[in-house]
């Protein structure tokens, strides 16, 4: 299947900086890429769909001043987690669809950030 | 929006036996439904998926039912071994690549060995 590939796999921040996380479509071009949540033993919770070129749609109760959205290219997308705080504390995945693999979504392998 | 529902949440069985997971899904205009396993720290990977012109797929140990009058589908894992041992998710969405998937609660999958 199609690769997509996150970076970093982990971080580690102070409450108060920002930080950016990259998902790359690597092998096909992705004309949307999703961003999700996930806590500890629960679901992936959609934060926003991101269009390539256009600006993200945001899910009800995500502040899209705090995580910001950017689908600069058709392979690559950036969430930043703007002034971040313990409570951002998550795994955050990003999967990608287009192309030749119309319906199918791939996930990349996700980013534990840890904001102390 | 779509809301699917899922059951059970956990769900423990002897090696060996089988498994089924059900959803249930409420946009009748959701027409993809996918399945895909989660290990522990690591990303979702799809198993199996079924569009709704089709009412059953099979693939292996792995099997897919959709009821789109009822708006349910369910997965079979047939002789279960340790290694399904997983979280799986059911989904649902619409064609197209800009279609958003939302995913059930998950089923902790635990086969006792």
């Known amino acids: 299947g199609a690769v997509v590939s996150q970076h970093p796999s982990r971080v580690i921040c102070k409450s108060g900086t920002s930080v950016k996380i990259e998902c790359r479509s690597l092998?096909?071009?992705?004309?949307?890429m999703f961003w999700y949540r996930q806590f500890p033993k629960q679901s992936l919770m959609l934060m926003a769909t991101?269009?390539?070129?256009?600006?993200?749609?945001?899910e009800q109760g995500v502040e899209k001043d705090k995580f910001l959205i950017n689908h600069a290219s058709l392979t690559l997308s950036t969430l930043t987690v703007t002034s971040a705080h313990p409570e951002d504390s998550s795994f955050y995945i990003c999967?990608?669809?287009?192309?030749?693999?119309?319906?199918?979504?791939?996930f990349g392998p996700g980013t534990r950030l840890t904001v102390l | 929006g779509e809301n699917v529902e899922q059951h059970p949440s956990t769900l423990s069985v002897q090696e060996g036996d089988s498994a089924v997971i059900k959803c249930t899904y409420s946009?009748?205009?959701?027409?993809?439904f996918p399945w895909y396993k989660q290990e522990l720290g690591k990303r979702p990977q799809l198993i199996i998926d079924i569009r709704s012109n089709v009412g059953e797929k099979k693939d292996q140990r792995i099997a897919v039912t959709l009821n789109k009058t009822a708006k349910h589908f369910s997965l079979h894992i047939t002789e279960t071994q340790p290694e399904d041992s997983a979280v799986y998710f059911c989904a649902a969405s619409q064609s197209g690549g800009y279609q958003k998937v939302t995913f059930g609660i998950g089923t902790k999958l635990q086969v006792i060995p």
């Open positions: 092998d096909f071009q992705a004309t949307t």
């Open positions: 991101s269009n390539e070129g256009s600006k993200a749609t945001y």
């Open positions: 946009d009748s205009a959701s027409n993809y």
């Open positions: 999967s990608a669809r287009g192309g030749a693999v119309y319906n199918e979504q791939f």
